[in-house]
């Protein structure tokens, strides 16, 4: 078995075998990731061979002084999830009450009562940017600015996103546990 170290440098060299390795090693991971962005099944694996042609094309550009394989692959999965919705201008925010919408502390106590399945099943349903900030902040742990950056919107639209984001979860969340009732 190959260390990393040595599997990128095959990969480097374009040995097919390295690169299958690769693959098998970060698909499965990298596919659950782009689904929380991409919610269609079929795009989403579209969305994960044009990371995997990306990562290959560009190997030569991961550097393991500045952070560990797997984080490069996120990053540059995330990257192509997200290149169509930065391009086609979808980040839209409503400010009509903006003002109104409250910090959700207890958001992670109420996810906390559910399980993973449920809390994906929630997140797809929020309206696309506020689940890609969601995602990206909150779960991938980039910061605002990174979010904004990568999202092409500013930092204050992020952070709006994510609070929408989070009283929506909540008032979903309430909703099904007085369902189970």
Request: with cysteine.
């Amino acid at each position: 078995m190959m260390t990393e170290k040595e599997l990128i440098k095959a990969c480097r060299n374009n040995q097919r075998e390295a690169q299958f390795t690769l693959v098998r090693q970060f698909a499965p991971r990298l596919l659950a990731m782009c689904r929380r962005y991409v919610p269609d099944g079929l795009d989403a694996e579209d969305t994960l061979q044009d990371a995997f042609s990306q990562i290959f094309s560009h190997l030569d550009q991961f550097d393991s002084a500045k952070g560990t394989l797997f984080s490069w692959l996120c990053r540059v999965t995330i990257n192509c999830a997200l290149k169509k919705h930065r391009l086609t201008g979808r980040w839209h925010l409503d400010r009509a009450g903006l003002e109104d919408v409250p910090e959700i502390a207890d958001l992670d106590h109420e996810l906390n009562r559910l399980n993973a399945q449920a809390i994906e099943s929630l997140v797809r349903q929020l309206p696309e940017g506020q689940r890609h900030v969601f995602n990206l902040v909150a779960i991938e742990g980039y910061s605002h600015r990174e979010c904004g950056e990568l999202l092409g919107m500013a930092t204050g639209t992020s952070r709006a996103f994510l609070a929408r984001a989070r009283q929506q979860l909540q008032q979903q969340i309430i909703h099904m546990e007085t369902q189970r009732l």
